[in-house]
Structures are given as structure tokens and as C-alpha cells.
């Protein structure tokens, strides 16, 4: 069982920057694959970013390669996600996602789930 807790959204202008932080209870937390999703309002969740397990490779949805980047701490374990340069189009819920197998970019593929965070991007 893992339980994530996420921290660090907010309000920011467009073109800030905003650092997103996921922390996992358990001790086995380099043998999941961690990932970031979003929603917005009347929207699907939708896949942002991933760190496969050990940190072995690192995945971005195209809407924000070059903007954000994940990493993790597996000492803290502690997932990150820095998004940089915001858009208006970045306003959504973020949740961070875990599971023990490889990386994917279906939601409905990870097991544990946080509680989100609203990160709001003014224009």
C-alpha cells in the first residue's frame, strides 16, 4: 500500500514557474514507476510527465516537454515536478500516480492515487 500526498500548487502569472512535490509513505518507493496527471475542468485526466522505476528514464506528454521535469529522491521518497514557463492552458488539478509496473500514460494503469492539487496559471 503506498498513500501520496502532493504540495506546492497555487496561482501563478503566466510564464512563472511552479514546483510540485509528491511524498509516498512506504519503504519500497524506487520499485514504482511515478507519475504526474492533470484535469481540468470538463476534461479527461490527462497524462503529464513520468519517472520509471530506479529512475532509470524519464517521460513527457508533448504539451509539455521542454517546460516541466519530473525527478525523484529515492531517499526522501519524494517525487517532483517543476514546470516552468506556464501557460493559462496548464490551469488544471494535479495528481501525482504510482504503480509497480513499467511506465504508461494511461490513468487508469496506476494504483495509487494523491488527493490533487490545484495549480491555476492567470494570463
Known amino acids: 500500500q503506498v498513500q501520496l500526498v502532493e504540495s506546492g500548487g497555487g496561482l501563478v502569472q503566466a510564464g512563472g514557474s511552479l514546483r510540485l512535490s509528491c511524498a509516498a509513505s512506504?519503504?519500497?518507493?524506487?520499485?514504482?514507476?511515478m507519475a504526474w496527471f492533470r484535469q481540468a475542468p470538463g476534461k479527461e485526466r490527462e497524462f503529464v510527465a513520468a519517472?520509471?522505476?530506479?529512475?532509470?528514464?524519464?517521460y513527457y506528454a508533448d504539451s509539455v516537454k521542454g517546460r516541466f521535469t519530473i525527478s525523484r529522491d529515492n531517499v526522501k521518497n519524494t517525487v517532483y515536478l517543476q514546470m516552468n514557463s506556464l501557460k493559462p492552458e496548464d490551469t488544471a488539478v494535479y495528481y501525482c500516480?504510482?504503480?509497480?509496473?513499467?511506465?504508461?500514460?494511461?490513468?487508469?494503469?496506476?494504483?495509487?492515487w494523491g488527493q490533487g492539487t490545484q495549480v491555476t496559471v492567470s494570463s
Open positions: 500516480a504510482a504503480r509497480q509496473g513499467v511506465v504508461t500514460a494511461r490513468f487508469d494503469d496506476y494504483d495509487y
Open positions: 512506504g519503504r519500497t518507493f524506487s520499485s514504482y514507476t
Open positions: 519517472s520509471s522505476r530506479r529512475g532509470g528514464g524519464t
